[in-house]
Structure formats: C-alpha cells, structure tokens
C-alpha cells in the first residue's frame, strides 16, 4: 500500500539559510508524488509536482525537489528561506496501485527566524 | 475565476447531528474530493466524486456520504456525528481527478459537542 513518511515535525531555519523538508515514500507502482504548503487561516496550495519526468522539479517560490527512487525520496529544498516560507508543508503520494487516492504524510511545519 | 468555495466557515453541532457542507469547484472542473484535516494532522482522504458518482473513497464508514450535482457542486454528509468527527473538512477540485493538480478551498471548522 503507499504510504508517506514527512521524517521531521518541525524544521527551524534562520531567514537566508537553506531549506530542507524530508520526504520518504512507499509505492508499488511509479508514483505521483506532490508537495503542498498550507499557509495560517489560508488553503492547501501546489507547490511542486513530479510525475516521471525530470528528477528534480522545480515548483513555485524557489522550491525545488529531487525524486530519488533508489532512496524512495522527494525532499524540498529552497536554497535561501524567507520569513513568508513559515508554513506547514505536506508531501502527498498517489499512484495507480491505490487507486490514484491523495495520500498526504503528517506535515512539517517550517519556523523562520529573522 | 473564483477558486473552490466551501460552505459554511464555521459550524458547531451536537452528538449524534447530522451535517451537510457544501463545495463549488474552481470553474471548468469537474472532480471533486473531500479530506478531512484534524488538528496538528495532515489531511485524510474521505471520498472523490466524478460525473455525479462516488470513484475512490477512504477509510472512512458509511455516516460520512456525499453527491454531486450535474453542476459539479457537491456535498459531504455527516450521520450521527460523534466527538471525534471534529475537524477542517476541505474540498479540493481538479479535472479529471488522476494525480492532477488539487485546487482547495479554505475549509470547514467543525466542531462537535
């Protein structure tokens, strides 16, 4: 069945420093695997998407991840955080075996310090 | 273009209530699926609807049901709420629906009393 592991709850950065969120995932089938941010008070919003391309997407606002399936990996990346990146971030698989349903890991909420 | 729109905001119900919330998908789509979101968790699949009818629905029991109209609106219906059923519901739209992009809209509050 797939599943998703976000490795940490909480991730504190200083502002300028890199970004990296830890995503691991399970699948028996290639997946599609999404990123999405969830702003205080605001809604669920795409930030990357791979789907068998390019290993590594490029997404919105300088965020980036690299799908390793080797690893069965997509971290995010953002190689210089601002204090607008204080956010809950989720890492979301799908694929054909389960259905295409959403499957969203727990969160890691992302703490910028000035 | 107005973006997925949910209805009510905010709802407080008591044991055992039933409840239905309300979806309008961002316009020109046509799929429509639910989570629900409780608090400090990441979002939990609930259901998808495509061409008025149910195509994958989690693990959730049969008090949670829905519908979509023809205009591709929809409803979650909750039966027999219980204490645990507390959470942001979130409605999200996409075409087609397969590992396509999810637009979501900001979400009902409920609570259960």
């Known amino acids: 069945a797939q599943s998703v592991t976000q490795l940490d709850s909480h991730v504190s950065v200083s502002e300028g420093t890199p970004v990296l969120l830890r995503c691991n995932y399970s699948s028996s089938y290639s997946p599609s695997l999404f990123w999405y941010v969830q702003h205080p008070n605001k809604g669920l919003q795409l930030l990357l998407k791979y789907t068998s391309a390019a290993t590594l997407v490029k997404g919105i606002n300088g965020f980036e991840a690299e799908f390793k399936k080797s690893e069965t990996s997509f971290h995010l990346t953002k190689p210089s955080a601002h204090m607008s990146d204080a956010a809950e971030y989720f890492c979301v698989v799908s694929d054909l075996a389960g259905g295409f349903k959403t499957i969203f890991g727990a969160g890691t909420r992302l703490f910028v310090k000035a | 273009d107005a973006g997925v729109t949910q209805s009510p905001t905010h709802l407080i119900k008591t044991r055992g209530q039933q409840v239905t919330l309300r979806c309008s998908p961002k316009s020109g789509h046509d799929t429509v699926s639910w989570y629900q979101q409780a608090l400090g968790q990441g979002p939990q699949f609930i259901f998808q609807y495509y061409e008025e009818e149910e195509r994958q629905r989690g693990n959730f029991p049969d008090r949670f049901s829905g519908h979509q109209f023809p205009n591709y609106s929809s409803e979650l219906n909750v039966n027999a709420l219980l204490l645990g059923d507390s959470a942001l519901y979130l409605c999200?739209?996409?075409?087609?629906?397969?590992?396509?992009?999810?637009?979501f809209g900001s979400g009902t509050q409920l609570s259960v009393l």
């Open positions: 999200a739209s996409s075409l087609r629906g397969f590992n396509e992009k999810l637009f």
